[in-house]
């Protein structure tokens, strides 16, 4: 493993353990060039996934870039770290176990949502606000109204 802080090619492992869901093993690794300590996990691959974009464009997928979008939209919620990763790990898992090795951006966008649903409310609009371009504030009224099935205080309706 290259040491992300000097490139170098030999890195030892110092301590290997399984994290708390036992879903990755955890290393804790020091550089015998600089002495740097990191860690790195190792997680088990089903399939290699492709994600289809909407303008055709293939990319690989990306684990780290879907937990981002949700730490985003969870951002000082009260959402418990390990409870956000295990619903990764579970959407991750749904994915590579679907049989298809490409997967439409849509079908990660509302899988996203689904799981945003039932973790928290706040984090669902404000994923919802971007995924679907909300671009004023009756966007959000309306989808409260719709998905959420609450309706607003205010409405003059």
């Known amino acids: 493993?290259?040491?992300?802080?000097?490139?170098?090619?030999?890195t030892q492992v110092k301590d290997s353990r399984p994290?708390?869901?036992?879903t990755a093993i955890r290393r804790r690794r020091y550089c015998v060039n600089c002495g740097a300590r990191f860690t790195t996990f190792e997680r088990v691959q089903l399939r290699e996934l492709t994600v289809l974009k909407k303008t055709g464009q293939r990319e690989p997928f990306d684990r780290e870039k879907l937990a981002r979008s949700m730490r985003i939209a969870l951002r000082k919620?009260?959402?418990?770290?390990?409870?956000?990763e295990q619903v990764i790990n579970g959407m991750v898992?749904?994915?590579e176990s679907s049989g298809e090795s490409e997967i439409k951006v849509d079908?990660?966008?509302?899988?996203?949502?689904?799981?945003?649903a039932t973790l928290d409310q706040v984090g669902y609009v404000r994923f919802?606000?971007?995924?679907?371009?909300?671009r004023e504030a009756k966007d959000f009224e309306e989808f409260i109204t719709d998905e959420l099935g609450t309706d607003?205080?205010?409405?003059?309706e």
């Open 128 to 134: 919802a606000s971007v995924y679907r371009n909300f």
């Open 152 to 156: 607003t205080a205010g409405s003059s």
């Open 77 to 84: 919620r009260p959402v418990d770290p390990d409870r956000l």
């Open 107 to 116: 079908t990660i966008g509302e899988l996203v949502m689904d799981s945003l």
């Open 93 to 95: 898992r749904r994915l």
């Open 19 to 22: 994290t708390e869901d036992n």
């Open 1 to 10: 493993m290259r040491c992300p802080f000097c490139g170098h090619d030999d």
